[in-house]
């Protein structure tokens, strides 16, 4: 056993309970699930609410786009693109399988 497993994995836990909680209503997160399209560039609002009285949102390109968002939707809201979403869970999946996994061989052939 390496002398930085315990320390990272005591960081890795550290981390995972640091990390603010998403609170949102199972319809909303159900909606989004079943909105992402990972081979779609999404574009952004010219502005918000409107393009002549609203704010004008920046461009979008491939890693990033701006929504409307707010009470009245009168802000850009910053938002990524579907792809790099999935990529990103993807990636902590894998990661903490990797510390699970690595975890368990680690204290069973110890």
């Known amino acids: 056993m390496s002398s930085y497993t315990l320390p990272l994995f005591l960081f890795a836990?550290?981390?995972?309970?640091?990390?603010?909680t998403v609170s949102a209503d199972?319809?909303?997160?159900?909606?989004?699930v079943k909105t992402i399209e990972p081979l779609t560039i999404r574009r952004s609002p010219l502005a918000c609410p409107l393009p002549v009285v609203g704010q004008a949102c920046p461009e979008e390109n491939v890693?990033?786009?701006?929504?409307c968002c707010g009470n009245i939707a009168d802000?850009?809201?910053?938002?990524?693109?579907d792809w790099v979403t999935v990529l990103l869970l993807f990636l902590a999946v894998c990661t903490i399988l990797s510390i699970i996994i690595n975890c368990v061989r680690c204290f069973c052939c110890a």
């Open 13 to 20: 836990m550290a981390l995972l309970a640091c990390t603010p």
């Open 26 to 32: 199972g319809d909303d997160l159900l909606d989004y």
């Open 63 to 67: 890693f990033w786009y701006f929504k």
């Open 75 to 81: 802000q850009c809201c910053f938002r990524l693109q």
